[in-house]
Structure formats: C-alpha cells, structure tokens
C-alpha cells in the first residue's frame, strides 16, 4: 500500500507543478495574442487547467482514504484486501488465482483484482469452502473458494 500511495503522491506532484508552473505561463503567453474570444490555445490552457484542479482533487481524496486504512481491522480468515484467492470454476474445471487489490494496482492480465470490481466485491468476506457466485455482463459464474492467503500471511 505503500507504494499506492508513494505513486498517487508522485501523480499529486507533477499536477501541482504542471498547475503552478507550466500552465500559468502558457495561459500568459496566449493571452499576448490578444483576443481572448478566438484563442485556441488560451482556451486549451484553460481546459487543461480545469481537469487539473479535478484530477487533484481526486487524488487528494483518493490519499486521504487510504491513509484512514488499518491493516489490524482486516481479517485474518476472511478474503479481503490484499488476499490471494484460489477459486475452483465449476464451468471450466479449472483453478484460477486472483491478489485483491485497490483499483489503482488493479491488473486482470497479472490476476490482480480490484476489490471495487464485481469480481472483487464477490469475493470480499469470503472463506475457503464458500461457494461464490460472480455476475459478470456476459453472465453469472459459480465458483468454489478453494485457497486464502491474507495480506497478514501473504509474501510480497
């Protein structure tokens, strides 16, 4: 969780910059073209400036939130974030392992599930041996949890 935070810190930094640095001299040098009404790249300055401000506020929140995590509060037998998961598919006879994770470290190819995800929210609060149904847009799946390594026992 550290390293979220260090990345939504960096994110933070280059907003702030790009907003205190970058983009007040590009609104100046834009507003030297003089009409302001019919200058494009004023107008782009601006627009830019406006996600900005959104995008910090964004990662403002984002930060806060994770900083309100207590690792002590997650259970110790439970699927939650940072778990590894071992799910038996009824369908394909298969096991598949997914890590639960925030959705800024969320990677399906790398079997890294966001705990915010449909698959993820299933899967929350559940044990070995509990059935796990996923409804997913091309359907529902049925799933037995088979393995559980909690973020308390996990290796990096």
């Not at 960096?10 to 970058?22: G, H, K, Q, S, T």
């Not at 401000?53 to 995590?69: F, I, N, P, T, Y």
């Not at 369908?91 to 925030?102: A, C, D, G, I, K």
């Amino acid at each position: 969780m550290i390293d979220i935070r260090k990345k939504l810190q960096e994110d933070l930094n280059a907003i702030e910059r790009e907003l205190r640095v970058d983009l007040p001299k590009e609104i100046l040098k834009a507003r030297e073209h003089g009409d302001l009404s019919e200058n494009a790249e004023y107008k782009a300055a601006k627009e830019r400036q406006s996600y900005l401000e959104g995008r910090k506020s964004q990662l403002q929140q984002r930060l806060a939130s994770l900083s309100l995590v207590n690792l002590d509060k997650i259970p110790t037998d439970r699927a939650a974030y940072g778990s590894r998961v071992v799910l038996y598919d009824y369908e394909t006879e298969r096991e598949v392992e997914y890590r639960l994770v925030t959705p800024e470290e969320s990677d399906i190819s790398r079997g890294r599930i966001s705990i915010t995800s449909p698959i993820g929210r299933s899967l929350v609060g559940k044990g070995v041996g509990d059935p796990i149904e996923i409804v997913t847009p091309s359907g529902t799946k049925d799933y037995e949890m088979r393995g559980l390594k909690t973020i308390h026992e996990a290796e990096e």
